[in-house]
C-alpha cells in the first residue's frame, strides 16, 4: 500500500518507440502494478525509455489483466480507467482483515460451519445492480491530502469522513463452494505474503496468522468462488468483506483473478 494509484514513471526523456499503445499485461500474484511496468521495461528493451503508466490498479494478492499505456496514450487514460471489468474472486470465511484480503492484520474471526449455498446466494443477491460502495480502509483513495493506507496506518481512519462512489454490479454469481484445510490455509498465506515486496506490515501480519492457524492444525474453512462483472471503481475484496457482513460471518478475499478490462482479456495477456 505505498504506491500512488496509478502512478506514472518518467525516465530519461528519449525517442519513444511505441506511442500511443496500449498492452495488456499479466500481473502476477503477489507483484505490484509497478513492478509489472518494471518487468516489462526489463523484459521489452524496447519499452525501456518509454513514458509508462497503468490504467486500474491491482492489489498484491490479486493477478489477471493490467492495462499499461505506452506514451501518447496516457493522455486518454480516463477512458481506459473507466471500462468495465470481471473479476474471479474467492471468497474465505471465518476471518476477516482490515485490508479485506490475507495480506492484512485479522481484526475477527468467527466460526462459519453453518453457512449454505443457499444463504450465500441470497448474500450475493444484495450486490446485484447500482449501490453506494465505501473504498476500502487499506486504498489509495486520497482523502484530505493523504492516501486512505495511510489514515487507516495511523489509526486515523476516524478523524475523516470515508469516501464513497456508486459502483455497478451487471451480474454476480455463485460459481463454486470448496473447503480449504487449516495447513493448506496457513501455507499459501504465508507463501504469498513472503513474496510480497515493499512495507506492507509483513512480519506483523503473519504473526497474526499464526496466532489463529496451526500449521499441524485440522479444521477446514468454506469458500467460495464468485465471479463478477462490473463498472470501473468496484472493489471485488469489499465485495468479499461485505458477504461476510451480510451473512453474520467475517470473511476475505483469499485470492483475486482480474479477467476482463473491457475488450481486453486475460486470455490474451503478455504474461
Same mark, same amino acid.
Given at each position: 500500500? +505505498?504506491?500512488?494509484i !496509478?502512478d506514472?514513471r518518467?525516465?530519461?526523456?528519449q525517442?519513444?518507440?511505441?506511442?500511443?499503445?496500449?498492452?495488456?499485461?499479466y500481473?502476477? #500474484?503477489?507483484?505490484t @502494478?509497478l513492478?509489472?511496468?518494471?518487468?516489462l521495461?526489463?523484459?521489452?528493451?524496447?519499452y525501456?525509455h518509454e513514458v509508462?503508466?497503468?490504467?486500474?490498479? #491491482?492489489d498484491?494478492?490479486?493477478?489477471?489483466?493490467?492495462?499499461a499505456?505506452v506514451?501518447?496514450? +496516457?493522455?486518454?487514460?480516463?477512458?481506459?480507467?473507466?471500462?468495465?471489468?470481471?473479476?474471479?474472486? !474467492?471468497?474465505?470465511?471465518?476471518?476477516?482483515t !482490515?485490508?479485506?484480503? %490475507?495480506l492484512?492484520r485479522v481484526?475477527?474471526?468467527?466460526?462459519?460451519?453453518?453457512?449454505?449455498?443457499k444463504?450465500?446466494?441470497?448474500?450475493? +443477491?444484495?450486490?446485484?445492480g *447500482?449501490?453506494?460502495q465505501?473504498y476500502?480502509?487499506? &486504498?489509495?483513495?486520497?482523502?484530505?491530502?493523504?492516501s486512505?493506507?495511510e489514515?487507516?496506518?495511523?489509526n486515523?481512519? *476516524?478523524?475523516?469522513?470515508? @469516501?464513497?462512489?456508486?459502483?455497478? %454490479?451487471?451480474?454476480?454469481?455463485?460459481?463454486?463452494?470448496?473447503?480449504?484445510n487449516?495447513?493448506? $490455509?496457513?501455507?499459501?498465506?504465508e507463501q504469498?505474503?513472503?513474496?510480497?515486496?515493499? !512495507?506492507f506490515?509483513?512480519?506483523?501480519?503473519?504473526?497474526?496468522?499464526?496466532?489463529?492457524l496451526?500449521?499441524?492444525?485440522?479444521?477446514?474453512?468454506?469458500?467460495?468462488? /464468485?465471479?463478477i *462483472?462490473? &463498472?470501473?471503481g468496484?472493489?471485488?475484496? *469489499?465485495?468479499?468483506?461485505? $458477504?461476510?457482513?451480510?451473512?453474520?460471518?467475517?470473511?476475505? &478475499? $483469499?485470492? /483475486?483473478?482480474?479477467?476482463?478490462?473491457?475488450e481486453y482479456?486475460?486470455?490474451? &495477456?503478455?504474461?
Amino acid at each position: 500500500m +505505498n504506491e500512488k494509484i !496509478d502512478d506514472i514513471r518518467h525516465l530519461p526523456r528519449q525517442r519513444p518507440h511505441s506511442a500511443g499503445r496500449v498492452l495488456n499485461l499479466y500481473k502476477r #500474484l503477489c507483484e505490484t @502494478p509497478l513492478e509489472r511496468l518494471d518487468r516489462l521495461r526489463a523484459e521489452k528493451p524496447e519499452y525501456a525509455h518509454e513514458v509508462l503508466s497503468y490504467a486500474g490498479r #491491482l492489489d498484491p494478492m490479486a493477478e489477471g489483466v493490467l492495462l499499461a499505456l505506452v506514451g501518447s496514450a +496516457n493522455s486518454n487514460r480516463n477512458a481506459y480507467l473507466d471500462m468495465n471489468k470481471e473479476y474471479v474472486l !474467492d471468497v474465505l470465511f471465518g476471518f476477516a482483515t !482490515d485490508t479485506y484480503d %490475507i495480506l492484512g492484520r485479522v481484526m475477527e474471526h468467527g466460526d462459519p460451519s453453518h453457512l449454505t449455498k443457499k444463504m450465500m446466494e441470497k448474500g450475493l +443477491n444484495e450486490f446485484r445492480g *447500482s449501490f453506494e460502495q465505501e473504498y476500502p480502509p487499506y &486504498s489509495s483513495k486520497a482523502v484530505e491530502g493523504k492516501s486512505m493506507f495511510e489514515w487507516a496506518r495511523t489509526n486515523m481512519l *476516524s478523524t475523516i469522513v470515508v @469516501p464513497h462512489k456508486t459502483v455497478n %454490479i451487471y451480474e454476480i454469481e455463485l460459481d463454486n463452494i470448496y473447503k480449504i484445510n487449516e495447513k493448506t $490455509l496457513l501455507n499459501y498465506i504465508e507463501q504469498n505474503v513472503e513474496k510480497v515486496q515493499g !512495507d506492507f506490515r509483513q512480519e506483523e501480519i503473519l504473526r497474526l496468522w499464526h496466532r489463529h492457524l496451526r500449521a499441524g492444525g485440522d479444521r477446514d474453512f468454506p469458500c467460495a468462488t /464468485i465471479k463478477i *462483472s462490473c &463498472s470501473s471503481g468496484a472493489y471485488a475484496r *469489499s465485495i468479499a468483506h461485505n $458477504l461476510g457482513v451480510q451473512l453474520g460471518v467475517p470473511a476475505l &478475499s $483469499l485470492h /483475486i483473478l482480474r479477467t476482463r478490462v473491457g475488450e481486453y482479456t486475460v486470455e490474451k &495477456s503478455l504474461k
